[in-house]
């Protein structure tokens, strides 16, 4: 039997933790170590309870994006998801450059949820789709006279890397260009090798970048 993914809520909204919790105790693989409201409650679960993953509201006593500062300053191992209302872009960027491995919206469904989570602590990011073509613009950093880093990418490999950076998910990508899913993971664990990124944000914003320059 495989090892359940260990997860500490901190929200304060008391029913939306215990709606998250209640959903992924239903769905299975899942063991809840911790609960808190607030950024101090997020920094003790963590050194505590030593969660797999912690999931952390924005707007909450203390700040959520403090908490994340703070807790990775000291702990930069810990895998941390932002689950929010917040859509604004500051806010996303800011979480992403902190080192959150993932970014979700509130409203999200409890086995798309599932799902994300496993993929966090297999190693992989995430973002919501919604946002990752939004925040290109906002994340640009200047390239100066350095060389094109997507040269080295095969055509299949560009051909996925733009899909993603207009905001599709693997889902769509595959379906977009007829190929399996677990075929779009692999071209982007390769492409995410390659450019020395770490997610899918920072390898859409190479392409962004390229673009900008031709």
Do not use: C, W
Request: glycine share 8%; no cysteine.
């Amino acid at each position: 039997m495989s090892t359940s993914i260990r997860i500490a809520i901190v929200d304060d909204h008391p029913l939306f933790r215990e709606g998250v919790a209640r959903s992924l105790g239903e769905i299975g693989g899942f063991e809840l170590v911790g609960e808190g409201a607030s950024a101090e409650d997020a920094e003790r679960l963590a050194r505590t309870s030593t969660p797999d993953i912690l999931l952390l509201d924005i707007s909450m006593p203390g700040g959520g994006l403090n908490a994340l500062a703070g807790i990775l300053s000291t702990m930069p191992e810990q895998k941390i998801v932002m689950l929010t209302v917040s859509e604004t872009n500051a806010d996303v960027a800011q979480a992403l450059k902190a080192g959150a491995r993932g970014y979700v919206l509130k409203g999200v469904g409890s086995k798309a949820l599932a799902e994300i989570l496993r993929d966090v602590a297999n190693g992989q990011s995430y973002v919501s789709p919604s946002l990752s073509a939004r925040l290109l613009s906002d994340l640009l950093q200047p390239t100066g006279s350095k060389p094109d880093p997507l040269s080295q990418l095969t055509g299949r490999e560009a051909e996925i890397l733009k899909l993603v950076a207009e905001g599709l998910s693997n889902k769509e990508v595959a379906a977009r260009l007829s190929l399996q899913e677990k075929t779009v993971k692999h071209h982007m664990t390769r492409v995410l090798a390659k450019l020395n990124v770490r997610n899918r944000t920072e390898a859409a914003l190479l392409m962004h970048e390229a673009r900008e320059r031709n």
